[in-house]
């Protein structure tokens, strides 16, 4: 061993400088964890952010293909996309509806022809023409509370997530209105201005179908780039 190693490990062992070099040592750790421990908070949030909007979003998504059901069998304006959307939201969660039945009778439409869903159609509208419906609204209370969290994601899903919580007080509104018609043919009213009410519910029947199939149709976009 030479002199200069001699002299070298001495400089290392000394207790003044090995104390330096800890105390160098822990600032340089101290200031490479904290970006560290943020990356990983932020990641955990981010995921936990992702699964409480799909969750949320799912929830709607059943509903609203329920009320696509109703509202576009009332109006008579069924089509093989319509049945096949809300065949395929609500065969997932049969068990959970209400009505499972329902599923089997979407796919037993999903076998018609053009022809038949036609027919089946009309004989909806004649039949819908006399019955009123009343449709729940939608509430989006952990996409609110989580507002801020929002950033999070990337750009494309930010603006996706805006457009449906428009969308959804939108045909929250529609929802209203139409509610606001079933409640009046509880009431006793004349012939023109019940058939003003039934000609309204009809209306806002249509316009809830049309904006519950959009709104399905973002909220699948937006939960596949939510995995």
């Known amino acids: 061993m030479t002199m200069s190693d001699n002299t070298a490990r001495s400089f290392i062992f000394d207790p003044a400088i090995f104390g330096v070099i800890c105390i160098v040592l822990g600032w340089l750790l101290g200031l490479l964890s904290s970006p560290i421990v943020q990356y990983i908070n932020r990641k955990k949030e981010l995921a936990d952010f992702k699964n409480g909007l799909s969750a949320e979003l799912n929830e709607i998504k059943i509903h609203l293909a329920l009320s696509s059901y109703l509202a576009n069998k009332k109006i008579g304006n069924f089509t093989k ?16 509806l209400i009505i499972p039945r329902l599923v089997d009778t979407l796919e037993k439409m999903l076998k018609y022809s053009d022809d038949k869903i036609e027919a089946y159609n009309k004989q909806r509208l004649l039949e819908g023409s006399e019955k009123t419906l009343h449709f729940k609204k939608y509430e989006m209370p952990f996409y609110n509370q989580k507002i801020n969290n929002l950033p999070l994601l990337e750009r494309a899903l930010q603006s996706l997530m805006i457009k ?13 209105k139409n509610n606001f018609y079933f409640n009046k043919t509880f009431e006793k009213l004349s012939a023109e201005t019940g058939e003003i009410i039934r000609n309204n519910l009809t209306e806002s ?3 809830i179908a049309k904006q519950s199939d959009m709104i399905i149709d973002l909220i699948i976009d937006a939960q596949k780039q939510l995995q």
């Open 81 to 96: 996309k319509i049945i096949d959307r809300c065949y395929s939201v609500l065969k997932a969660h049969k068990e959970e």
């Open 205 to 207: 029947c249509g316009h």
């Open 164 to 176: 449906i919580h428009i969308k959804i007080n939108s045909l929250n509104e529609i929802t209203d």
